[in-house]
């Protein structure tokens, strides 16, 4: 079964400070990867999805993330981050051909204003 | 409007008891699935069904019985609670298209269960 990695459990940044979370995932066929991202008190929202095409892959709130498969990563990027971005961050991979999603353990950010 | 509802959002009981939380959704979906993600929100999969079909079952204790009476619903009843069962537990839904799942998944605003 897939698993993943995020590498950074809490993020503390000033706001318009660039951006990038770690998703690493092991599993070795093809898959779907996503970033979902939970504020405060709210449910999981899709930020972003790669299912296939362009690794570079662009979302809402000017969050993008690049797939590199030789790295088996999917990292989370922002340029300039807002105090409205203070949440917790969860990369998520499920296999081509099942519904098993698997999350990481998430990485909390928080954005001083 | 098309979403995920879980009812009841909040739901604060005693140890011993037995509960039940619903989840609905109107988007036509034809897997859903329930969470639990607990107090450092970690996120785990506890089942998913498809088309009516248990088809992901974790390591869960027997004491929690998902049940989906039809693809729109599905719903978590807990016997027993313990005061471990404190999360917040969340549903989720998406779409199978023919062999390939996209799995894209839309969630529900979650149930924040309390045992005392």
């Known amino acids: 079964a897939q698993s993943v990695s995020q590498h950074n459990h809490h993020v503390i940044l000033s706001e318009a400070a660039s951006l990038e979370l770690g998703c690493n995932y092991s599993y070795g066929g093809t898959v779907n990867l996503f970033w979902y991202v939970q504020y405060p008190g709210q449910h999981l929202q899709l930020l972003l999805k790669y299912f296939s095409g362009d690794p570079l892959v662009k979302g809402i709130k000017g969050f993008e993330a690049e797939f590199i498969k030789s790295k088996f990563s999917f990292n989370l990027r922002k340029p300039s981050v807002q105090w409205s971005d203070t949440a917790e961050y969860f990369c998520a991979v499920n296999a081509n051909n099942n519904n098993d999603m698997r999350f990481g353990a998430g990485t909390r950010l928080t954005v001083k204003p | 409007d098309t979403a995920v509802s879980q009812t009841p959002k909040y739901l604060v009981t005693q140890m011993g008891n037995d509960k039940s939380i619903k989840c609905e959704q109107n988007l036509g979906h034809d897997t859903m699935y329930w969470y639990k993600q607990d107090s450092k929100k970690f996120l785990k999969i506890m089942f998913s069904?498809?088309?009516?079909?248990?088809?992901i079952n974790e390591t869960v204790p027997n004491r929690f019985s998902p049940k989906s009476p039809d693809k729109a619903h599905l719903n978590l009843h807990i016997n027993s609670l313990e005061l471990g069962d404190s999360a917040v537990y969340f549903c989720?839904?998406?779409?199978?298209?023919?062999?390939?799942?996209?799995?894209?998944?839309?969630f529900g605003p979650g149930t924040r269960l309390t045992v005392l």
């Open positions: 989720a839904s998406s779409l199978r298209r023919g062999s390939r799942s996209y799995n894209e998944q839309f």
């Open positions: 069904y498809n088309n009516k079909e248990l088809i």
